[in-house]
């Protein structure tokens, strides 16, 4: 899984930490206790289709529930209602094979322009091009986070976690993973604005 982002020529500007589920340094465990306020469920259900950034602070085995070293088959994950954009949160990836300690939202796509599945031309391994309609993504992502492991989020669930890489410009950004036709295009139609082209 890779995240790709840039302007004409700039389009490998982020690469994907291969062993990012291994390392972890801190434990899901000393996550900060996660808050609910009056409208943290009606927040959360309005925001369960966008798609969010945050920075990967540690990871887990998502294992079996008796199992005390891993997430316990995901009974460590946060609850929907408490996953609150300034709240540290805990979600699993999307084969529930490691869970993510995530610190509060860097960036939710509200500002997106459109979002479309593809395969890319060289790899043809599906894809998903994201356009924002602002500079958001470079000022509060890009170039904010270089070195750092930033979780994509949609839905509550992880689906890629690469490292940002220095030089990122543009608003171009292009997410990849160990997506096939229907995954890229379930998340090109979710996060696509309405009236906005998403195959």
């Not at 085995?61 to 709240?87: E, F, L, N």
Request: hydrophobic letters at 45%; aromatic letters at 4%; proline letters at 6%.
């Amino acid at each position: 899984m890779a995240a790709r982002a840039g302007s004409g020529a700039l389009l490998a500007a982020l690469v994907v930490v291969v062993a990012a589920c291994s390392s972890s340094s801190r434990d899901l465990n000393s996550a900060p206790p996660t808050t609910a306020s009056p409208s943290s469920t009606s927040h959360a259900a309005a925001s369960a289709q966008v798609l969010s950034f945050r920075e990967v602070l540690g990871t887990e085995p998502y294992g079996k529930v008796a199992d005390p070293a891993t997430c316990g088959g995901g009974r460590q994950v946060t609850p929907p209602a408490h996953q609150t954009a300034d709240a540290h949160i805990v979600l699993a990836d999307r084969k529930k094979t490691v869970c993510y300690l995530l610190g509060p939202t860097l960036l939710s796509t509200r500002g997106v322009k459109s979002a479309q599945a593809r395969a890319d031309a060289v790899t043809g391994a599906w894809v998903v091009n994201v356009t924002f309609a602002n500079d958001d993504f470079v000022r509060k992502v890009a170039a904010t986070e270089v070195g750092k492991q930033i979780a994509i989020i949609l839905g509550g669930v992880v689906e890629a976690a690469p490292t940002i890489n220095a030089g990122i410009n543009g608003r171009d950004v292009t997410i990849a993973g160990e997506f096939n036709e229907a995954t890229a295009k379930r998340i090109a139609g979710a996060i696509a604005p309405p009236g906005s082209t998403s195959p």
